[in-house]
């Protein structure tokens, strides 16, 4: 499967923004996927991912309750909205998938991922 990031941009704090990934070769719904994100001088960190079966989404800490991760098979797409945005939420935010044999499980550690977007910058003014 291959991924294309998009939707990063400048924004303010406290606005929203969605960021979409797009998977063309393979139905996305044929995979877990996670959005990662990494700010300079820091480690890629896991934000949020959604199960394969669609019916599980988990969030890391820093975005937990302000994030809502999605996938519309129709158009194999997966989204991560993040509402409030915070300063500490400037990175690129990369797109991510996995296969798994589970409809249910959740990779949140990155060396589990084997397919990877290009990334799309998203800043967020203070």
């Known amino acids: 499967v291959q991924l294309q990031a998009s939707g990063g941009g400048l924004v303010q704090a406290g606005d929203s923004l969605r960021v979409s990934c797009a998977g063309s070769?393979?139905?996305?719904?044929?995979?877990?996927e996670g959005w990662f994100r990494q700010a300079p001088g820091k480690e890629r960190e896991f934000v949020a991912g959604?199960?394969?079966?669609?019916?599980?989404?988990s969030y890391a800490d820093s975005v937990k309750g302000r994030a809502t991760i999605s996938r519309d098979n129709a158009k194999n797409t997966v989204y991560l909205q993040i509402d409030s945005l915070k300063a500490e939420d400037t990175a690129v935010y990369y797109c991510?998938?996995?296969?798994?044999?589970?409809?249910?499980?959740?990779?949140?550690?990155?060396?589990?991922?084997?397919?990877w977007g290009q990334g799309t910058q998203v800043t967020v003014s203070s």
């Open positions: 991510t998938a996995r296969s798994s044999a589970s409809t249910m499980a959740i990779a949140t550690d990155r060396g589990r991922y084997a397919y």
């Open positions: 959604i199960s394969r079966g669609g019916s599980r989404a």
């Open positions: 070769r393979l139905p996305l719904e044929a995979y877990s």
